[in-house]
């Protein structure tokens, strides 16, 4: 049966730079994202359709500016936003359907990624 030497602590050298960061190659979103929620437009709407983005992404939407206009079992109807944001990101397209409380585009407070 052969025998193996481990090294001492004292004798394992390492070299910090041998791990990269984690965040290397990355981009850096400094941006306050919040979120539009599929709205329930009756009491008896569990899931709405999207049936037009009024806006689109990239533009600067103004508090009580309607964004989309959402289709529920009962009426269509326009979607407002609550907040002096940009429209970030899209998350359910035109003719999609989204369950009521769930994310259908992203806002943030800055259009800059930095």
Known sequence: MGTSL?????KLSRNPNSFPPLHRNKPLIQAKIREIF???????MTEGKIVSWVKSEGDKLSKGE????VESDKADMDVETFYDDYLAAIMVDEGGVAAVGSAIAFLAETEEIS
């Open 38 to 44: 599929m709205p329930a437009l009756s009491s008896t």
């Open 66 to 69: 309607s964004v989309v206009v």
């Open 6 to 10: 481990i090294p001492s602590s004292s």
